[in-house]
Structure formats: structure tokens, C-alpha cells
């Protein structure tokens, strides 16, 4: 059975789903451990891109909202120059609802989907302006209340930008969770709900920080580089079919 971390209450349930059969040749599974090993592991890559943005001083609500609108199936090294770039014009919703949408979109190139995104954040702005008196809360209810922004963004503004306990579930939390065997539900919304469970809340907001450059270095999305993870001798690899 995993280890249990001291603030995380062992109902019958939890026991039963932390309970799984050993696999030949496989430790017991450490998460304590693993995250260790994974945040030794990722030391060498760069952040993932709303976190950097964070550590450059672009860490208010509405720049990482920004952020996270343009990072939707775009490059994290994209979305880094790109919302670079946008904040040098307009960092605040005022700013960024002076701006036409034409210019926006201009500024929002070579982002993927960026005539859209130009529309959706210009919306997004005029709105905080109009109903926020131009400050974007931290209140989850305002946030997915946006069109096109989801549990994802909504949690890493509100637990990068606001301190808040959140978990962040995006294709690399998901792919590296469920390849440990932490998880088995298939959408972001259940799989969240199963991390909250298995984390301790000191972890929630780092988790995504860590897996998503583990994710696309390491743990990646075809023939990951299992002989060389770090957490190799633990993970139950559930549907890893060619590894390297």
C-alpha cells in the first residue's frame, strides 16, 4: 500500500483504492518519493509556460488567465513569446479592451486558433471592465463563467495567481498520473477529483508545475523514456506499449 501522508485522512474507501496488486518486479509506490524524484528529474527543462511567466512578474490573475487562453493547443515556447509580446502592449483588462481586435490578433500571431483567442480574451476584458470595475477575483465562478476557459485554467490562475490549493489537470498531468496507476478516469473534472484524494494540498498547485515538463521530456506521449525514468522502479506503466 502507498504511504500515507500525514494530512490525509484513510477512509475504507481510500484504503481500498490505494490498495493495488504489486507488479513483478515493481517497488510500492512512494508518491512522496516520486514527486522528489520528478522535481530532481525536471530541473534541467524549462518551466512550464505559465509558471515562468509567473516567476518573469507577469503573476496577476488576468495576465495568467491571458496566458492560459493562448497556451490552449499551442507550444508552451509559443505561448511564452507570444503573451511576452501582448503584455508589452496591454497587461491589465483596461489595456487589453482598448486594443481593437484586429490589433489584438496581430499581436496574438503565431498562437494557434489566434482570430479566436483575440475575440475570446477582448470579451473577457470588456467584461472585467464593465462588471469587475477592470479587476479580474479570484473566484472560481467568475472564471469558468468566461466562454472557453475550463477547469484547467480556471485552477493554475487560481492557485498560481491567488495562493489557492487547486490541481490542474492537463494532457501531461492526466497521461503521467494514470501511467503511475493514481488514476483511471478518463476526463480532466474526474481525474482532478481522484488527484485530490491521493495528494497532499501542499502538492495540488506544484503537481502540474512538475508534470508537465516530465510529460513532454521524459514521460512523453509516445514510446516514453521509461529506461531512463527516475521513477521507473515504481510506476505500473498502465498502457505503456512501447517504451524506450
Known amino acids: 500500500m502507498e504511504r500515507l501522508h500525514e494530512d490525509q485522512a484513510v477512509t475504507p474507501r481510500r484504503a481500498q483504492r490505494l490498495t493495488t496488486t504489486q507488479a513483478a518486479g515493481k517497488e510500492a509506490f512512494d508518491l512522496a518519493v516520486v514527486l522528489r524524484r520528478v522535481?530532481?528529474?525536471v530541473r534541467q527543462?524549462?518551466?512550464a509556460a505559465l509558471f515562468a511567466l509567473a516567476a518573469q512578474g507577469h503573476a496577476s490573475p488576468f495576465e495568467l488567465?491571458?496566458?492560459c487562453v493562448i497556451s490552449i493547443r499551442t507550444l508552451?515556447?509559443?505561448t511564452l513569446r507570444v503573451a511576452?509580446?501582448?503584455y508589452?502592449?496591454?497587461r491589465t483588462p483596461a489595456e487589453l479592451a482598448r486594443l481593437n481586435?484586429?490589433?489584438l490578433d496581430r499581436l496574438l500571431i503565431p498562437a494557434t486558433f489566434h482570430e479566436a483567442k483575440a475575440r475570446q480574451l477582448h470579451a473577457i476584458a470588456a467584461r472585467i471592465v464593465d462588471e469587475f470595475s477592470g479587476s479580474l477575483p479570484c473566484d472560481e465562478r467568475v472564471l469558468r463563467s468566461f466562454k472557453g476557459v475550463g477547469p484547467k485554467c480556471a485552477n493554475l490562475v487560481l492557485g498560481i495567481a491567488c495562493g489557492q490549493s487547486r490541481v490542474a489537470v492537463d494532457v501531461h498531468v492526466q497521461r503521467v498520473t494514470r501511467r503511475w496507476g493514481l488514476t483511471t478516469s478518463r476526463t480532466p473534472e474526474k481525474v482532478t477529483v481522484e488527484l485530490e484524494q491521493h495528494l497532499p494540498?501542499?502538492?495540488w498547485v506544484r503537481l502540474n508545475a512538475l508534470l508537465v515538463p516530465f510529460g513532454k521530456h521524459i514521460c512523453t506521449g509516445s514510446r516514453p523514456r521509461c529506461s531512463t525514468c527516475p521513477v521507473l522502479a515504481m510506476c505500473r506503466q498502465v498502457g505503456v506499449v512501447r517504451p524506450r
Open 39 to 41: 522535481a530532481q528529474a
Open 84 to 86: 511576452t509580446k501582448l
Open 65 to 67: 488567465l491571458v496566458a
Open 76 to 78: 508552451d515556447e509559443v
Open 101 to 103: 481586435v484586429i490589433a
Open 45 to 47: 527543462y524549462p518551466a
Open 201 to 203: 494540498r501542499r502538492d
Open 88 to 90: 508589452t502592449h496591454a
